[in-house]
């Protein structure tokens, strides 16, 4: 049986009405505001991230790119991603992703497809799957003021590995 180990990812941002593009899964989504974050606040890239390092015994991504660190203002999520995939080359190899958005607005599933192939391209794994949900008008994302994303990522070492961290 192969040693599989799983991870989970969490996170999350308000609504802000900043000019930023509002981008999820690295793909810009058209509309009237932005999230309030350091980075571009990509809440799916960050979840996903997140749940890697949790597989792969890596802390989280504000280990390696801090919020009061000048590096990680305005920082491409893209370029967190890639940093944590360079973590775990040659030590881990990821089989599955998981993740569901949490949201009120906007409406993602015009989005989901485009959302998908840019997931994949960045990754380099074909399972992956994302849902869009709601929270039927409760608390602070049903209210219209968040957007949160939870992920699992599903990983398995690699033949002779060393251990991570």
């Given amino acids: 049986m192969k ?32 999230l309030k974050a350091v980075s571009d606040g990509d809440v799916l890239l960050h979840a996903i991230a997140d749940a890697i390092c949790g597989a792969c015994q890596l802390g989280d991504i504000g280990d390696y790119f801090p919020p009061q660190a000048a590096r990680s203002k305005g920082l491409d999520s893209r370029k967190i991603v890639q940093f944590i995939l360079g973590k775990i080359r040659n030590k ?36 992956i799957n994302v849902k869009i949900k709601s929270k039927e008008g409760l608390d602070i994302l049903g209210s219209r003021k968040a957007i949160s994303c939870l992920s699992l990522a599903v990983v398995i070492p690699l033949a002779r590995a060393p251990r991570a961290r």
């Fill in 92 to 127: 881990f190899s990821i089989v599955n992703i998981d993740a569901t958005i949490i949201t009120e607005k906007p409406r993602l599933s015009a989005h989901k497809r485009k959302i998908l192939k840019s997931l994949r391209e960045i990754f380099h794994v074909k399972t």
């Fill in 3 to 34: 040693d599989y180990r799983v991870g989970l990812g969490f996170d999350v941002h308000r609504f802000s009405k900043s000019k930023k593009p509002l981008i999820l899964g690295g793909v810009n989504i058209p509309c009237n505001f932005s």
